[in-house]
C-alpha cells in the first residue's frame, strides 16, 4: 500500500505538471482524491492491514493527500494567474483617444481675475466695500475733492440721470461711503462697475470695471502705500514685475502717484508694447487728501490713509493677451470656453 | 504742451542733457513727458543749392538738366518740376540723402542723363501746405538770401528736440516755458532766472488813448492794458515764428505773434486790439446783455447770453473773456495803434462760457484751470519789451491797471518731522529748504508761502508732495502697514455669490458679463405688459445713443440678447449664467434699488426640466430647502404652458421657463430658448446652511413602485405632497420615473409611475406594514387628487 501511495503521489504530480487549465485541476482533483478516486479506492485496503501498519500507512495517506492539495491549490494560482493575464491581454485600450470629457462651467475671465485680486488683498486683511453705481454727484465728485466747476469734471465724460445723480464714473465713491459708515482702522477694497461716456472700441467701454483700496489708519504712510502695491504686484505678475512710483494729479490724493508697472513683454528694456518706455501704467494712487477725509469726520491730527484705484479690464486683458475689449462682453462661447 | 528744448536754455541750462535722460528725469518729478520728436531725425543731406544753368534733356521733353552750386561743388540733377529757374535757391537732396518718408538718394541715370542727386517740394521735406501756403506746385523755392550749401534742418529749424508734456488741471504754470524751465531746473538743479522785461517807451499818457474799467470785478480779477503806436505790421522773425511753429501755432504777424508767444513762454494769454476799432475809445469788461452777438476771430457769429464775461468797447462786445477775440477789432495789415490785453478771468466763468460757446482755444483751456493774476503785469511789459525789440512799434508811457481784491498769501505750516512720518521718508530739512526755495515758495522757520502762481498748493499734503517729488517717489522705502491686526470677512452676500458661482460652474454653466444699460426697446421685445412696472426705468439724460439709454430692469433681456449672438455665431448649445445687477426705480429723489439677480440661460440638446435641475442643484448647494415651483401661465415673456414662478411661502423670488416663441421672433432665434431669474438676496433670507449630521440608516429600504392615474390637470408637486404626509417619518424618497398619456390610460388622463422608498431608521420594515402605509397613501390620493392604481 505504501508503494502504491507513493506511487500515486508520483503520478499526481506528474499530471499537475500538464494541467493546462482549471478544469484540468478538478478532474485531477476528483480523479485522485474524490469520493470515488483511487486514494480512497487504495484506502479501502487498510483493513487488511495490521495494528502497526495502520498508523503509519494512515499517516503516509494523509501526507501525499495534504501534498497533493497543496500542488493543487498551488498549480491552481498559477493558472489563474495566467488566466487573468490572457484577459487583461484582450482588454487592451487604446489609451490616445480621447477621454468622455465632463463639462466644466467657467467664471468669466473678469471675475477670475478679480476672484484672485481679491484673494490677495483679502489675504492682507483688506475686507470687501460695496457701493452703488447709481450714485448721488456728491459722492462721486463733490466729496472727492471735485466740485461743480472742477476741470477734472471734464475729463470724466460722466454720465447723468439727473442734476444730482449719475452713474459713478469712479469707484472712489464707495471711499467716501466707507468712510462715513465705518471708524478708522478702515482696509478695504472696493470693486464694481463703473461708466464713462466713451464709445466702445478695442480698448473703451462705456461700462468698465475699477477695484477701488483705501487704508485709514494711525500712521499710514506713503511707504505703506508703496510697500501694499508692491506685494499686490508682485503676488499678482510675480517677483520679477518692478514698479513705478511717479508724481501725478488727482483731486482725492495728495501726494498722488501713478504706478507703472516693468512691460511684460520686453520686461523693462522698452518695446512696441510700452512704445519704448519699458513700463506701462496700471493704476492711480495716493495719500488721501485732508480735505476728504475732513469731509468724512476723520481727525487728520491722529489718522491718515491712502488709496488707489485700478482698472481690471487692463490687468485682464494683459493677462490672458486680449488684443480687444468688445470680446469681454460680447459673450461668444468660444471665447469664455477659452480661459 | 509742447516745447522745444532750445528754448528752455533762455532760463535755465539743458545743454548736455540728451533726450532720453530728460524724459525720464522730467516724468519723475511730476511733469510727465509723452515723448520727444524730432522732426530733422529723418532728413539728412538735403541743402540748400544755387541753380546756375538749365539745359533742356536731350531725350525728354519733360526734364531739364540743371548745374546746381552746393556750396562746396557743382553738381548736375535731373528735375521734371515746371517751376525751376535759373538764379533760384532750392532744395537739394544729395547722393545718400534720406527724406522722412523714408526714401534713400543715389546719384543715378535719368533717361541717360546723370543726376547726382534730387531737387525736393515741401512735401517731399515732409512739411505741409499750412507750413508754406503761398508755395507754387514744384520744388520749393527758397529765400535768395539762403548761403548755398546750408543744412536744410537748419533752414527750417527741423533739427530740435521738441518736448510734448503732459501737464496736469492743477499746474496751469507749467503751461508755459518759464513754469517748465523752473521745474527743469530744480529737477537737474541747475540755476534758474527769468530777466525783468524792460520797456523804454516812447512818452504819452495812455490815459490820451484809452479808458478801461471793469464792471464784473467777480469775473475779472485783473485787467492790464497797454498801448502801442506806430505799429509796421509785418511778419514775426524767423525765430520767433520757428518758435511758435515748434510748439504747434501757426505764425500770423509780428503783434499776433507776440501775444501767442508771450502765452507760450509765462502762460499768461494776451490780446491786442487795434484801437481805433474800440468805439468810444473805452474798454469795458461786463456780462453780455441779451441778444448781443459777436463774431469771432474763427469767423463765426456766436449769440451771447448774460452768463458770458465780454471785453466790450463804449458800445458792442469786442471779444469773448478769455476765449476769443472778436473780428470786430482784430489786428489787421494797415493798424497803427494797438491796445495789449493782459488779464485774468475767473476760471468757472472761462470753462462755462467755453463750453456754451462750443469753443475751446490755447487760451481758454489756460484759464480755465486758473490763472494768477500776479503774471499779468509781467507778461504784458514782456509782449512791449518785444515791440521795442522787433522795432516794430513805440510803447506809450502808463499802464491801466485794474487789479480788485489781492489774495492773502497762504501761510502754511511746516513741519518737517510730521513730512516725514507722513510720507515713510527720511528726508533732512535742508534738502526740505532748499526744495522749496527753488520752487520759489517763502520758507520761514515753521511756515512756508507757495508762490503765487501756485495755488494748487493748499496745505501740509500738497507741501509733502513738492518735497517727495523732487526728492524721488522712488526713493520711498516700501513698508509694511502695521496698526491693529485688520479682520477680513466677506459678508454673507458676498460669499453666497462665489458659492452660487462654483455651483453654477459645476453645473456646466459659463459665466457672462453683460452691459448694465440697454435700449428700452426690450420691454416691447420680451412682450411686456403696458402697465408691467418693469417698464419703469432709471434713464440717462446724456446717453451715448439709445441703444445704451436706460439701466436695465431685467437681465433676461441681457441673457437674450448674449444667446442670440451665440446662435449667430453657429455654437450649436449653451448654458450660460450671470450674476446680474438690475436697477429698479425707487421714490423719486432717491437712489433706484440695485438688485443682484441669478440669470440663467440654455439652449440646445436640452429642455425644460434640465434647466430646473440646475435651479434645483443651486438651491441644494446654498441650502434652500423650502422653494417651490407653481405653474406661472400669465407672463407674457414665457410660454404660457412651460413657465414656473419659483416662490418660498407667498414670495415670488424667481421665475424659470422656456421663452415665449414670440419673444424669440423678436431677438431672432428659431431655438428653444429655457431662461431663469432668480433674486439672490431672496436666497440670502431663505436659505439655510445650517446643515448637520443625520445617523445613518441601519435597516434596509423597501421601494414600492406605484403607477397612478390621474386627470391631466393633477401636478406632480399635487402627488408628491400627499404621499409626504401619508408617509410621514417613513418617508426615504420618490422618484418619477414615468409619465404616460395615450392607449391604455383614458382620454385626459395620464399615468405617473413613481418609485416609493420606504425605511424606518429602528428596525427592517415587514411587508405587513409596508403594505399597511401603501394602502393609507393610495386611499389618500383618490380621496384628494381622484387617482388610481394602474
Not at chain 1, 498722488?256 to 522698452?270: H, I, L, N, P, T
Request: some cysteine.
Amino acid at each position: 500500500m505504501k508503494n502504491q501511495l507513493l506511487s500515486m503521489k508520483e503520478k499526481a504530480e506528474n499530471a499537475l505538471k500538464n494541467a493546462k487549465n482549471l478544469q484540468d485541476l478538478e478532474d485531477i482533483r476528483v480523479g485522485l482524491l474524490g469520493k470515488k478516486g483511487e486514494l480512497t479506492a487504495i484506502l479501502r485496503g487498510m483493513g487488511g492491514l495490521s495494528a502497526e501498519e495502520r498508523p503509519i500507512i494512515g499517516q503516509l495517506a494523509n501526507e501525499v493527500r495534504s501534498f497533493i492539495e497543496e500542488k493543487i491549490e498551488a498549480q491552481k494560482s498559477v493558472l489563474l494567474a495566467a488566466e487573468r493575464s490572457e484577459k487583461l491581454k484582450a482588454e487592451t485600450l487604446d489609451v490616445t483617444m480621447g477621454g468622455r470629457t465632463p463639462i466644466i462651467g467657467k467664471t468669466h475671465p473678469l471675475t477670475t481675475v478679480l476672484d484672485e485680486v481679491k484673494n490677495i488683498f483679502v489675504g492682507m486683511g483688506f475686507s470687501i466695500a460695496e457701493g452703488p453705481e447709481v450714485e448721488y454727484d456728491y459722492y462721486n465728485f463733490e466729496a472727492l475733492n471735485i466740485p461743480k466747476d472742477h476741470p477734472a469734471r471734464d475729463t470724466q465724460d460722466t454720465f447723468y440721470i439727473n442734476d444730482n445723480v449719475v452713474l459713478r464714473s469712479q469707484t472712489s465713491s464707495v471711499q467716501i461711503r466707507v468712510m462715513e459708515e465705518q471708524k478708522p482702522p478702515i482696509r478695504v477694497i472696493a470693486p464694481g462697475r463703473v461708466y464713462r461716456s466713451d464709445a466702445v472700441d478695442a480698448t473703451h467701454s462705456p461700462v468698465f470695471h475699477q477695484i477701488e483700496g483705501l487704508v485709514v489708519d494711525k500712521g499710514i504712510t506713503m511707504g505703506d502705500l508703496k510697500g501694499t502695491l508692491e506685494t499686490f504686484m508682485k503676488t499678482l505678475y510675480g517677483n520679477d514685475a518692478v514698479l513705478r512710483f511717479r508724481p501725478h494729479h488727482f483731486p482725492f490724493t495728495e501726494p498722488s502717484a501713478e504706478v507703472d508697472v516693468s512691460c511684460f513683454v520686453c520686461g523693462g528694456k522698452g518695446c512696441r508694447v510700452c512704445k519704448g518706455e519699458g513700463f506701462i501704467e496700471l493704476l492711480g494712487a495716493g495719500m488721501v487728501h485732508p480735505k476728504v477725509l475732513e469731509r468724512c469726520g476723520i481727525d487728520t491730527s491722529v489718522y491718515s490713509g491712502f488709496a488707489f484705484g485700478l482698472g481690471l479690464e487692463r490687468i485682464v486683458m494683459r493677462r490672458m493677451n486680449i488684443d480687444d475689449m468688445r470680446h469681454l462682453y460680447e459673450n461668444d462661447l468660444r471665447f469664455l470656453n477659452q480661459f | 504742451m509742447k516745447i522745444p528744448m532750445s528754448w528752455l536754455n533762455d532760463y535755465t541750462d539743458v545743454n548736455g542733457i540728451t533726450p532720453l535722460e530728460y524724459n525720464h528725469a522730467m516724468t519723475m518729478t511730476g511733469s510727465k513727458v509723452e515723448g520727444i520728436e524730432n522732426p530733422g531725425e529723418n532728413l539728412l543731406n538735403v541743402v540748400t543749392g544755387k541753380i546756375l544753368e538749365i539745359t533742356q534733356h536731350p531725350d525728354a521733353d519733360k526734364l531739364v538738366v540743371c548745374q546746381i552750386n552746393v556750396g562746396d561743388k557743382t553738381l548736375q540733377i535731373v528735375t521734371g518740376a515746371p517751376n525751376v529757374k535759373v538764379g533760384q535757391t532750392v532744395p537739394v537732396a544729395l547722393d545718400g540723402a534720406l527724406l522722412p518718408d523714408g526714401t534713400k538718394i543715389k546719384t543715378g541715370k535719368l533717361r541717360g542723363v546723370e543726376s547726382a542727386g534730387m531737387l525736393c517740394s515741401y512735401e517731399e521735406l515732409g512739411m505741409s501746405e499750412a507750413d508754406f501756403p503761398d508755395a507754387e506746385y514744384g520744388i520749393l523755392i527758397l529765400d535768395d538770401s539762403l548761403p548755398a550749401g546750408m543744412d536744410i534742418r537748419d533752414v527750417f529749424h527741423l533739427n530740435e528736440n521738441i518736448v510734448d508734456f503732459e501737464i496736469t488741471s492743477n499746474r496751469p504754470d507749467c503751461l508755459s516755458v518759464i513754469g517748465l524751465a523752473r521745474e527743469t531746473a530744480v529737477t537737474f538743479g541747475k540755476p534758474f532766472t527769468v530777466k525783468t522785461p524792460e520797456v523804454k517807451g516812447c512818452g504819452g499818457d495812455i490815459k490820451d488813448y484809452v479808458s478801461i474799467s471793469v464792471e464784473d470785478t467777480e469775473g475779472c480779477l485783473r485787467y492790464c492794458g497797454k498801448v502801442a503806436k506806430n505799429i509796421k505790421i509785418s511778419p514775426s522773425p524767423q525765430w520767433m515764428q520757428k518758435r511758435l511753429k515748434a510748439c504747434g501755432i501757426r505764425a500770423i504777424n509780428n503783434i499776433v505773434d507776440i501775444t501767442n508767444y508771450i502765452m507760450l513762454e509765462y502762460g499768461q494769454p494776451m490780446h491786442a486790439f487795434d484801437l481805433r476799432d474800440l468805439e468810444g475809445s473805452a474798454v469795458c469788461v461786463r456780462r453780455a446783455k441779451a441778444g448781443e452777438t459777436l463774431t469771432t476771430l474763427d469767423d463765426v457769429e456766436r449769440i451771447l447770453d448774460d452768463s458770458m464775461l465780454m471785453i466790450c468797447d463804449g458800445k458792442k462786445p469786442v471779444g469773448v473773456a478769455g476765449v476769443m477775440g472778436g473780428q470786430n477789432s482784430e489786428i489787421k495789415d494797415d493798424t497803427t495803434t494797438i491796445l495789449f490785453e493782459s488779464a485774468t478771468f475767473k476760471a468757472p466763468m472761462v470753462r462755462k462760457t467755453a463750453r456754451k460757446l462750443g469753443l475751446r482755444t490755447e487760451s481758454s483751456s489756460r484759464y480755465e484751470k486758473g490763472l494768477d493774476p500776479e503774471n499779468t503785469l509781467p507778461a504784458i511789459m514782456r509782449a512791449c519789451e518785444l515791440i521795442e525789440e522787433l522795432g516794430c512799434g513805440e510803447i506809450v508811457d502808463g499802464i491801466i491797471d485794474i487789479y480788485g481784491q489781492k489774495e492773502e498769501p497762504n501761510v502754511i505750516p511746516f513741519d518737517p518731522e510730521k513730512i516725514n512720518k507722513f510720507l515713510g521718508t527720511d528726508i533732512d530739512r535742508k534738502f526740505m529748504e532748499d526744495t522749496l526755495r527753488a520752487l520759489d515758495f517763502v520758507v520761514n522757520k515753521d511756515s512756508v508761502i507757495p508762490p503765487s502762481f501756485r495755488k494748487d498748493v493748499e496745505g501740509f499734503a500738497d507741501v509733502a508732495e513738492e518735497i517727495l517729488r523732487i526728492y524721488g517717489y522712488d526713493k520711498i522705502p516700501s513698508t509694511l502697514m502695521c496698526g491693529e491686526t485688520a479682520h477680513s470677512v466677506k459678508t454673507p452676500s458676498q460669499k453666497l455669490e462665489d458659492k452660487v458661482k462654483e455651483l453654477l460652474c459645476a453645473c456646466s454653466m459659463n459665466e457672462i458679463v453683460t452691459f448694465s444699460f440697454t435700449n428700452p426697446n426690450y420691454f416691447d421685445k420680451l412682450c411686456l405688459a403696458a402697465d408691467s412696472p418693469l417698464r419703469n426705468t432709471v434713464t440717462i439724460s446724456n446717453p451715448l445713443g439709445e441703444e445704451n439709454s436706460v439701466m436695465r430692469t431685467t437681465a433676461i433681456h441681457s441673457m437674450m440678447e448674449t444667446v442670440a449672438r451665440n446662435i449667430n455665431f453657429k455654437n450649436d448649445s449653451a448654458k450660460l449664467f450671470e450674476l446680474a445687477t438690475i436697477y429698479l426705480p425707487t421714490e423719486e429723489g432717491k437712489l433706484p434699488e440695485e438688485r443682484r439677480v441669478i440669470s440663467l440661460g440654455i439652449y440646445g440638446a436640452c429642455d425644460f426640466f434640465d434647466l430646473k435641475g440646475i435651479v434645483e442643484a443651486l438651491f441644494d448647494g446654498v441650502g434652500l430647502s423650502s422653494a417651490q415651483f407653481r405653474p406661472e401661465t400669465e407672463n407674457p415673456t414665457f410660454h404660457p404652458g412651460r413657465c414656473a414662478s419659483i416662490c418660498v411661502g407667498k414670495k415670488e423670488i424667481g421665475i424659470l421657463g422656456q421663452i415665449h416663441p414670440a419673444v424669440c421672433d423678436n431677438y431672432g432665434v428659431d431655438k428653444e430658448i429655457y431662461v431663469a431669474q432668480i433674486n439672490l438676496p431672496d436666497i440670502l433670507t431663505y436659505a439655510k446652511n445650517n446643515k448637520t449630521y443625520q445617523p445613518l440608516p441601519k435597516y434596509p429600504a423597501v421601494n414600492r413602485d406605484l403607477a397612478l392615474i390621474v386627470d391631466d390637470s393633477v401636478l406632480a408637486a399635487d402627488i408628491e405632497t400627499v404621499i409626504k404626509k401619508k408617509a410621514k417619518k417613513l418617508f426615504a424618497g420618490l422618484t418619477l420615473f414615468d409619465v404616460y398619456k395615450g392607449k391604455q390610460v383614458p382620454e385626459s388622463k395620464k399615468s405617473m409611475a413613481y418609485s416609493l422608498k420606504l425605511q424606518s431608521m429602528e428596525k427592517t420594515l415587514t411587508d405587513v406594514e409596508v403594505n399597511e402605509i401603501v394602502q393609507e397613501v393610495l386611499t389618500a390620493l383618490e380621496k384628494e387628487l381622484g387617482a388610481t392604481l394602474r
